[in-house]
């Protein structure tokens, strides 16, 4: 069964951090593109990052440059978002999905917040 | 940059009504665009993409189709299970871009 499934949410006070991870199974994650997408609360989906299968092209949504890493270990088929100088405006359920956004996670939740 | 205008933001239907849900891009996007529906607390799942060719799985009342840059998914009979929030998506190289999001509601 094709599965991504996210970790590493949590509360955390502004200007913290956060990594978030995406474990991938049941497809040949080495060779697919993935994004990380958010849903602030009642709010629609934004686009976080993106990276490529090798990781060599990475982008990011100009609301998180500067801030939010994204990488990837393909022997471990794992994805991953390193979060920085969290705001209040970042607390949403962040999904990571392949590229071409045929397959998501659950999501984690993070909130930003003293 | 691409934007991705969605109408209705939500509409009341019955079981059984037809349903039609636009967007409208920018400007061209050539048939890149997928179809979602997302229930409260769970990920989005895709129904349609390539603007008309239907997921594997997906119940054949939902359809995709594109005129131009004007995106159209319709429900032919809404059943129970439909009501949720559909969002077109377009995706182009390492770029998502998504609409607003249309709400079914029941009426």
């Known amino acids: 069964e094709v599965q991504l499934v996210e970790s590493g949410g949590g509360l955390v006070q502004p200007g913290g951090s956060l990594r978030l991870s995406c474990a991938a199974s049941g497809f040949p994650f080495s060779n697919y593109e993935m994004h990380w997408v958010r849903q602030a609360p009642g709010k629609g989906l934004e686009w976080v990052s993106y990276i490529s299968s090798s990781g060599s092209a990475i982008y990011y949504a100009d609301s998180v440059k500067g801030r939010f890493t994204i990488s990837r270990d393909n022997a471990k088929n794992s994805l991953f978002l390193q979060m920085s100088y969290l705001r209040a405006e970042d607390t949403a359920v962040y999904c990571c999905a392949t590229g071409g956004a045929g397959v998501w996670g659950q999501g984690t939740t993070v909130t930003v917040s003293s | 940059d691409i934007q991705m205008t969605q109408s209705p933001s939500s509409l009341s239907a019955s079981v059984g009504d037809r349903v039609t849900i636009t967007c409208r891009a920018s400007q061209d996007i050539r048939s890149d665009l997928g179809w979602y529906q997302q229930k409260p607390g769970k990920a989005p799942q895709r129904l349609i993409y390539?603007?008309?060719s239907l997921q594997s799985g997906v119940p054949s009342r939902f359809s995709g189709s594109r005129s131009g840059t004007e995106f159209t998914l319709t429900i032919s009979s809404l059943q129970p299970e439909d009501f949720a929030t559909y969002y077109c998506?377009?995706?182009?190289?390492?770029?998502?871009?998504f609409g607003g999001g249309t709400k079914v509601e029941i009426k």
């Open positions: 998506l377009h995706h182009h190289s390492y770029l998502l871009t």
């Open positions: 390539s603007a008309s």
